[in-house]
């Protein structure tokens, strides 16, 4: 979940707003204004109804994000760097550059956030009474009861033992305390998520075919969420195991056949793609420096007739856009910065700016399928902590 609306920063850390966020707001005021609100306080203006929707929507996205800041700022404490909070579609995510290094500090980090969202619960009922106690206007209560009981729904739910809950996180922290086991508790608690979620899209289905409205779709379609993620997870876990305490001199190709930039395309193809049938090209100047890389990719989208006169230079991709790393370098490290690189590949380079070796999809899946014939301690990379939430309008 990618910020599109970037809100500065808290304490030091990043935080943003998804573009999908939008649709919590559309459907919180819609619901409010048009539904519940009108109902429970007669007799106000449409007007009314809806500013009192958007004054609930603002405030439940203050609470989600007070939610993940509490879990940055905690992490944050137990020495893992936080890139960033993204409040989204289904709720929040709070993305963490490493993982905790023991049952405890996982332990403190999953459970601070449904403990925000309590006292959140707890703040907004404290107003709703006071609203009350003065004979304050009732719809005015009435916002605040109702975000009272949505944080304390937010935090009972977010407490489910399934990943990527935090309950999750809770029984992975549990379970590797007990197994001394990270991988296999993250595992468990994995697939415990997954089946959490196929429960979710099978009572949503039920809902709907049932006629009972909307709200089926919505369960349906965190079920569809949490389903995807548990298994994504399950799966960065064991990636984690299969190169934790890997250097990229471990993986990479070395000695890689090379192209010079001014070379044409048709002359690669004639002289190496035909004959080797790899995938990447670096391109190196006369000095041995990385000047580009080329992939088959790149090649197909030229013309054949265009092949003759078109350099390599030209349909490269530029060496600055490429990642580069030094031999010695953790992997797992240069796998983070080569997520989203255009072309997927990334170049080592000796101090000199001299190229070699290379690093690619191929190379990292070797590594994975021979994951199990050495010892690890695997302690992952990356993570983050999400905040799912249900919303109840009616």
């Not at 697939?191 to 089926?216: D, H």
């Not at 190496?272 to 088959?296: E, H, K």
Request: proline share 5%; charged share 15%.
């Amino acid at each position: 979940m990618r910020s599109s609306i970037s809100l500065g920063t808290i304490g030091g850390v990043r935080v943003g707003l998804n573009v999908s966020v939008l649709v919590i707001v559309a459907i919180l005021v819609v619901g409010l204004a048009f539904g519940r609100f009108p109902v429970v306080f007669p007799g106000h203006s449409v007007l009314v109804y809806v500013l009192a929707g958007l004054v609930s929507a603002v405030l439940f996205l203050l609470s989600l994000l007070a939610h993940e800041l509490a879990h940055a700022m905690t992490a944050r404490r137990h020495g893992i760097e936080v890139s960033g909070i993204t409040l989204w579609l289904l709720g929040g995510v709070a993305e963490l550059r490493g993982e905790p290094r023991s049952p405890g500090a996982d332990l403190r980090i999953a459970i601070v956030g449904p403990v925000a969202s309590l006292l959140c619960g707890v703040l907004f009922g404290a107003v709703a009474w006071l609203v009350g106690a003065l004979a304050g206007a009732p719809l005015v209560a009435g916002i605040f009861v109702y975000l009272a009981a949505v944080n304390v729904l937010l935090a009972v739910f977010n407490l489910i033992p399934a990943a990527p809950l935090d309950g999750g996180r809770v029984l992975r922290a549990a379970l590797w305390a007990r197994w001394h086991d990270r991988t296999r508790a993250a595992i468990t608690a994995a697939r415990a998520g997954r089946i959490f979620g196929y429960a979710l899209i099978a009572l949503g289905f039920l809902e709907l075919v049932t006629g009972v409205g909307f709200q089926g779709l919505w369960l349906a379609l965190i079920g569809w969420f949490l389903v995807n993620a548990a298994s994504a997870e399950e799966q960065h876990t064991q990636l984690g195991t299969a190169l934790y305490g890997l250097r990229v001199s471990d993986v990479m190709s070395g000695q890689p056949v090379t192209a010079h930039p001014d070379e044409t395309v048709a002359g690669l193809v004639e002289r190496v793609v035909m004959r080797r049938r790899l995938s990447t090209y670096p391109l190196v100047d006369d000095g041995g420096r990385f000047a580009g890389l080329v992939t088959l990719n790149r090649i197909r989208q030229v013309d054949p007739r265009d092949r003759e006169v078109t350099k390599l230079r030209d349909i490269a991709c530029p060496a600055a856009e490429v990642p580069q790393a030094r031999a010695d370098e953790p992997l797992m490290d240069l796998l983070e910065r080569m997520r989203g690189s255009a072309d997927g590949r990334a170049v080592v380079l000796a101090p000199d700016g001299c190229l070699i070796g290379l690093l690619t999809p191929s190379d990292i899946s070797r590594v994975v399928a021979t994951a199990g014939l050495r010892a690890t301690d695997p302690m992952g990379s990356r993570g983050a902590d999400l905040t799912v939430c249900l919303l109840y309008t009616t």
